[in-house]
């Protein structure tokens, strides 16, 4: 257990407001010959493409940020330290000191790894397509019982916010997601699975029934994600 009362943040909060914070140091280390304590290469050497998602063939290799961690203030490759939670989940530590770092989430592990262009995980983790579709299936579940229901708006379609709101809150209830790569434990995790949802959601509608894109439950919808993202970027930085 750890012995901080402090909860560790969570991997999206670490990286882009903790590790910022002393941003105006990277790249900067004090042993100039310093090597990174994943990849074990000089700093400033760029990583081999094994590393990167791009095909083993490619001969580019990347350039990756050379910082320090926080708290205890070791020095690593931002891009490998991606790396290394996205294929070892259980390892949250320095590599250097073990000093535990952030709280691992899958959500937040596929968001960064989505982001840097790192090879995704293997996605091997069978609850994943259980949750998938159960998600799907609530979707349908819940929008197919709002067109039953009076709609607020001029050109009658569903009220969106409401079915994405009663999605949210029967995944809760059922104790959902149960997979390793959608799972959470902060409240950047949380927000980030109802980003997940959103998008799953809007996918689902516009391939089944593309006829409610652009009416006024569509656009209820769509602001309401955009509000979802503020609140993701609150949580970050705030
Ligand atoms: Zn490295
Ligand atoms: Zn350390």
């Known amino acids: 257990p750890p012995s901080s009362a402090q909860p560790l943040p969570s991997l999206l909060r670490y990286t882009d407001h903790d590790l910022m914070a002393n941003a105006h140091i990277h790249n900067q280390p004090p042993n100039p010959h310093a090597t990174c304590p994943i990849c074990m290469l000089s700093w400033y050497r760029p990583i081999p493409s094994t ?69 995704p995980p293997g996605l091997t983790d069978p609850n994943l397509h259980t949750d998938l579709s159960t998600i799907d299936a609530i979707v349908s579940h ?6 039953n229901l009076p709609s607020p708006f001029a050109d009658r379609s569903p009220q969106l916010v409401h079915v994405y709101h009663r999605v949210m809150n029967d995944l809760a209830a059922r104790r959902l997601p149960q997979s390793v790569w959608l799972g959470f434990s902060t409240e950047v995790g949380y927000l980030l699975f109802g980003v997940f949802v959103g998008v799953r959601m809007e996918r689902w509608l516009g391939e089944g029934h593309g006829g409610i894109v652009g009416t006024e439950g569509w656009c209820g919808f769509e602001v309401g994600r955009a509000w979802l993202r503020v609140r993701v970027l609150g949580a970050v930085h705030g």
């Not at 990347?62 to 790396?83: A, D, V």
């Not at 949250?92 to 790894?113: D, F, K, N």
């Not at 819940?142 to 067109?147: C, N, Y």
């Open 51 to 119: 590393t990167n998602m791009t095909s083993q063939s490619s001969a580019t290799a990347t350039r990756s940020t050379f910082l320090p961690l926080t708290p205890c203030g070791h020095w690593l490759h931002y891009r490998c330290l991606i790396q290394q939670t996205t294929h070892q989940p259980a390892k949250t530590t320095c590599p250097t000191c073990h000093t535990p770092l952030y709280a691992h989430e899958g959500i937040t592990v596929l968001t960064l790894t989505t982001r840097t262009r790192l090879a």
């Open 142 to 147: 819940h929008f197919f019982h709002q067109l």
